[in-house]
């Protein structure tokens, strides 16, 4: 929403003509098809979450899909804005709005006025079929990070 005087002015957003959009919409389908095919015996099944997502996002704000109408109460002006996927980590626009929500979130609810530090793991890629395969193996990944912190944390 872009303010204007001291009215706010919506421009909705167009996830059709993203690259990301159109490429999924052109092929994912066609490469649902052909998984099974040509990936299964490398990679695994495919988990229903995949789909889900991606199938979420070709919705997200299309006005065919749902929208609600909005009303301002001052000046009666209406407008559509239409549903979102909500999708985090997929959906460029929901993400990024997820993350700045969840950054206030954190600011003013949660963390104390100090410096934090992020540590990042990462899974190398001849791990990363085990870890799919077998998913608890990730509590035990968390469990080891954990420890591996605590242990840096007090030689600090």
Same mark, same amino acid.
């Given at each position: *929403? &872009?303010?204007?005087?001291?009215?706010?002015?919506?421009?909705? $957003?167009?996830?059709?003509?993203?690259?990301?959009? &159109?490429?999924? !919409?052109?092929?994912? /389908?066609?490469?649902?098809?052909?998984?099974?095919?040509?990936?299964?015996?490398?990679?695994?099944? @495919?988990?229903?979450?995949?789909?889900?997502?991606?199938?979420?996002?070709?919705?997200?704000?299309?006005?065919?899909?749902?929208?609600?109408?909005?009303? %301002?109460?001052?000046?009666?002006?209406?407008?559509?804005?239409?549903? #979102?996927?909500?999708? =985090?980590?997929?959906?460029?626009?929901?993400? #990024?709005?997820?993350?700045?929500? /969840?950054?206030?979130?954190?600011?003013?609810?949660?963390?104390?006025?100090? @410096?934090? =530090?992020?540590?990042?793991? #990462?899974? @190398?890629?001849?791990? $990363?079929? !085990? /870890?799919? %395969? !077998?998913?608890?193996?990730?509590?035990?990944?968390?469990?080891?990070? !954990?420890?591996?912190?605590?242990?840096?944390?007090? *030689? %600090?």
């Amino acid at each position: *929403m &872009q303010h204007v005087g001291s009215a706010a002015v919506y421009h909705p $957003r167009k996830p059709q003509q993203s690259p990301l959009w &159109q490429l999924l !919409n052109d092929h994912y /389908f066609d490469f649902e098809l052909g998984y099974g095919e040509h990936c299964v015996r490398k990679y695994g099944y @495919p988990r229903k979450v995949v789909s889900d997502v991606v199938y979420d996002y070709l919705k997200c704000g299309d006005l065919r899909e749902g929208f609600a109408r909005v009303r %301002c109460s001052e000046c009666r002006h209406e407008d559509l804005p239409a549903f #979102s996927c909500r999708g =985090r980590w997929f959906c460029p626009s929901c993400h #990024s709005k997820k993350g700045i929500q /969840f950054g206030a979130h954190l600011r003013g609810e949660i963390l104390y006025p100090v @410096p934090h =530090r992020q540590y990042v793991f #990462s899974i @190398p890629k001849i791990l $990363r079929l !085990n /870890f799919k %395969c !077998n998913r608890k193996l990730l509590t035990k990944l968390c469990h080891c990070a !954990n420890r591996s912190l605590k242990n840096f944390s007090a *030689m %600090c």
